[in-house]
């Protein structure tokens, strides 16, 4: 069984940036597409940035076009988001999943394996 833990969440004044990382642990997700998603006080989960298996072109939320950069590095089976110019709107428990298929997706269906989360607090 795969398991996926978070890291790198904390509060932050607007404007700022943070960088999330998702540590990948027993067994490797080279052939499967990635994403953040993030769920905010009160709302639903959604979709925030998704790469496809070989790490190439990311796949983003309107919300997230411009300020954030998803990254992965299939040799230490890691994952990464790159969070520009926050907002206090950005403020969600950020999660981090793996797919069930090699191609990007906004569907959380299609995420087999899920973080516990990372608290992200941007204050104005």
């Known amino acids: 069984q795969g398991q996926l833990a978070e890291t790198g969440g904390r509060w932050v004044q607007a404007g700022a940036s943070l960088r999330l990382s998702c540590d990948a642990s027993g067994r490797q997700f080279w052939n499967n597409a990635m994403g953040w998603f993030r769920q905010a006080p009160g709302k639903g989960r959604e979709f925030v940035a998704a790469i496809d298996w070989r790490g190439g072109v990311g796949y983003y939320a309107d919300s997230a076009k411009g300020r954030f950069t998803i990254s992965r590095d299939n040799a230490k089976n890691t994952l990464s988001l790159q969070m520009n110019s926050l907002k206090p709107e950005d403020t969600a428990v950020y999660y981090c999943?793996?797919?069930?298929?090699?191609?990007?997706?906004?569907?959380?269906?299609?995420?087999?394996?899920w973080g516990q989360g990372t608290h992200v607090t941007v204050s104005t």
């Open positions: 999943a793996a797919s069930r298929y090699s191609r990007s997706s906004s569907a959380s269906a299609d995420y087999d394996y």
